[in-house]
């Protein structure tokens, strides 16, 4: 089968890799396609997984291009992890929002409204050439903000574009290992949006052992959510949050941090990459090397103006692992051989929240097998979570609009509707400051 990994040239991509290398099964990757516009990026990440293959017999091949049509054709699976500006376009939308005291987070609030708006005429590109070049694909979309991007591709190559999130992953190990249960074992009843998700329920052998971690504070202290938010806001609310939630919850302190610190996390993160690519660049460096050392430090600041907003501390050395990369590899085993699988993913809701319409892409359990992904049924949300989730959407719809027209007005009205942002003279503000510093944008009149 054959894999193409479109921002081939991305940090992350031997984890998707080293996870390939584990898999010895019939019916498994033995062509890897990294896609990227910056070749340097890619031949970096080539030297990073070749080091990986060493030794590994049967080693998924791996070739390279900048010829996006090259790159779908003939594609079984496509694993989307674009960045449509970079990191210094994250780094962007963090400071222009910051100076309007607002967040700018990638996928929450005026950043994420920023970042969508340069990605989704990107993306819905993409899923045009998918449809013409690849029919037969399946697109596993990890880009973000994951929900929206997935839905906009999704209105042109419907079920066939997934949208993959490790957070609800991680989380529900969380709760799992918390409970003393095997997280293998364990089904968790989350549902929302891509990182607006609630877990309400773990059932282990068919009972809800839930409640008896929110009946405990030291149980609850003892998970990173825990700690996050507070075990007296955790059971007001009845459910662990997605930690995205901090963002909402605790918004005033959240931007504070964020306006206090050195760095915003997309200054941090190319700073960081920056130096990782021109080291790895280096034909006699340790590329596996290099790369690992920066993973590790990645991960580990990952969220740290919120932890210490919190006084949560750092994070725990098992929630260092990423998770990702082992979500896209279950769901293309599952896809691939029919190895039914329940997952959580960003699907058509197709009645799953009944507060929503048909075609909104949610974040649910699912179903997985050859024939793709079945959101599962679901209880609906509470009124406070519906509420928050209906506001959001209706944000990431305007989004799609206005990429779609390209109206500026639409995108004013998707920033001044989003629960973070709290003045259409902000609003108006964030257009004129994005617009000022993203050519990605300049389609907005």
Known sequence: MKLTILGGGGFRVPLVYGALLGDRAEGRVTRVVLHDLDDGRLRAIARVLADQAAGVPDAPAVTTTTDLDEALRGADFVFSAIRVGG???????????????????????????AYGLRTVPVAVDIARRVARLAPDAWVINFTNPAGLVTEAMSRHLGDRVIGICDSPVGLGRRI????GADPREAFVDYAGLNHLGWVRGLRVDGRDVLPRLLADPGLLGSVEEG???????????????????HYYYFNRETVRAYQRAERTRGAFLHDQQTRFYERAGDPGAPALELWNRTRAERE??????????????????????????????????AVARDERTTLILNVRNRGTLTALDPEAVVEVPCLVDANGAHPLAADPLPGHATGLVLAVKAVEREVLAAAESGSRATAVKAFALH???????????????????????????
């Not at 376009?89 to 990638?106: F, K």
């Open 87 to 113: 990191l210094r376009g994250r780094a962007d939308d963090e400071r222009v929002a910051l100076a309007e005291g607002v967040l700018g987070q990638e996928t929450v609030g005026a950043g994420g409204i």
């Open 176 to 179: 799992a290992r918390a409970l």
């Open 419 to 445: 629960p973070l942002v709290d003045s259409v003279h902000v609003a108006r503000r964030l257009v004129e400051g994005y617009t000022a510093v993203h050519p990605g944008l300049a389609y907005l009149t």
């Open 227 to 245: 700690r996050l938010f507070g075990a007296d806001w955790l059971r007001s609310l009845g459910a662990i949050p997605n930690e995205y939630l």
């Open 300 to 333: 580990a600041t990952y969220m740290a103006e919120n932890r210490e907003t919190a006084g949560a501390g750092e994070r725990d050395e098992e929630d260092l692992s990423g998770g990702y990369e082992k979500v896209a590899l279950a769901l293309m085993r």
